[in-house]
C-alpha cells in the first residue's frame, strides 16, 4: 500500500524530518507549524492538507501517539520506534552534511585559485 | 438585489482548477462560497476582497475537528464541505495547502481509486447481464436483468469518464513535477 511507503522505508522525507524534530516534546498537532517554521528559520513551511496527511501516516506506523484526547486540542508526542527512527535519521543526515563539507572545501579551493 | 449566485457543479475531477479560478474572481466581486451541493455551488454576498480557494479530498472520520483546526491555524477558513470535498479560503500569500508533492498526488491518487472502483463493479454487472440475459428465457428474470443493466450503464459511462480525467492529470501534474 502506498500509505506510509517512505516510513517503511525509514527514510524521512524532509517535512516528516522537520514534524518528528517537533514532537520530541509534547505538541498539539495545529502548533506543529508554527514550530517548524521557527525551528527551520523559516526555511521548512508545511501547508495544513501535508500536515494532517504526515500526523496520520506517522500515527499508523506507530513512530507518534496521541496523548490525551479532548477531541479539539490533540496532543501527539513520539513513540519509542519514533525515537529510534529520528535519531536514526539525524545522524544519517550530519553524515551526509560531514561528506558535503569536503566537497564544499574542495570546490570553493578551485573557485578561489581560478581568481 | 440578488443576495446569492450559482455555479454548476460539472465534477470536480473535470474542474477543479475553473472552479478554484472562478470562486477567486468572484471574491473580488464580493461573492463567497456558502454550499456545494451535487447540482450547484451557492454562493452568498459578501464584503468585496481578494481570496484564494483551495480543495482539499480527505475521508473524515473522528478527527473532523483537529483538521479543520490545523487549516484554520495555518490561515485557512473553512468554507463548506461535501462529503469527502473540503473547500478552503485565505488571503492571498497564505501557504499552500500542500507543501509536499508525495502527499498531495495522493490527493487525486485517492479520488481517482474510487471512481476507478465504481467503474470495474458497474462494468463486470453490465457484463453479467448482458451474459445471462440471453441464457434467461423466463420474462421476469429477463426484465430484472434488463434493469440491472441499464443502471450499470449508468454508471459505467461517468465512471470512465472521471477515471480518464483522473489519468490525464495525473499525467498534466507529472509534466509540472519535471519542469521545475
Known amino acids: ?115 | 438585489m440578488k443576495n446569492n449566485k450559482y455555479l454548476l457543479n460539472m465534477g470536480l475531477a473535470f474542474d477543479e482548477d475553473r472552479v478554484i479560478k472562478r470562486l477567486n474572481k468572484l471574491s473580488k466581486e464580493g461573492w463567497i462560497l456558502n454550499r456545494m451541493t451535487l447540482f450547484r455551488y451557492k454562493l452568498t454576498k459578501a464584503e468585496a476582497k481578494e481570496l484564494i480557494y483551495a480543495m482539499d479530498y480527505k475521508d473524515l472520520k473522528e478527527s473532523k475537528d483537529e483538521y479543520f483546526q490545523i487549516f484554520e491555524s495555518s490561515g485557512w477558513k473553512h468554507m463548506c464541505s461535501y462529503g469527502p470535498f473540503h473547500f478552503f479560503s485565505a488571503l492571498p500569500g497564505t501557504v499552500a495547502i500542500y507543501t509536499d508533492k508525495e502527499n498531495y498526488l495522493e490527493k487525486y491518487k485517492k479520488t481517482k481509486d474510487l471512481y476507478f472502483k465504481s467503474l470495474i463493479i458497474s462494468a463486470s454487472l453490465l457484463i453479467l447481464t448482458g451474459l445471462l440475459e440471453k441464457l434467461a428465457d423466463n420474462t421476469i428474470i429477463d426484465r430484472i436483468l434488463f434493469c440491472v443493466g441499464i443502471i450499470s450503464a449508468a454508471i459505467v459511462m461517468p465512471s470512465l469518464m472521471v477515471t480518464i480525467a483522473y489519468l490525464l492529470r495525473g499525467k498534466k501534474g507529472c509534466r509540472e513535477n519535471q519542469n521545475k
Open chain 1, 1 to 115: 500500500m502506498a500509505r506510509g511507503k517512505a516510513l517503511d522505508e525509514e527514510i524521512l522525507t524532509d517535512s516528516t524530518y522537520y514534524i518528528l524534530l517537533t514532537l520530541i516534546k509534547p505538541i498539539h498537532g495545529y502548533l506543529i507549524m508554527q514550530r517548524v517554521q521557527e525551528l527551520s528559520n523559516g526555511d521548512m513551511i508545511i501547508g495544513p492538507a501535508s500536515l494532517y496527511t504526515i500526523l496520520k501516516k506517522l500515527q499508523t506506523a506507530e513512530l507518534i501517539k496521541l496523548l490525551d484526547d479532548e477531541e479539539r486540542r490533540k496532543t501527539y508526542v513520539l513513540t519509542d520506534k519514533g525515537k529510534d527512527i529520528i535519531k536514526k535519521d539525524i545522524i544519517r543526515r550530519t553524515a551526509m552534511v560531514e561528506h558535503g563539507k569536503e566537497a564544499l572545501k574542495f570546490l570553493e579551493g578551485i573557485d578561489s585559485n581560478e581568481k
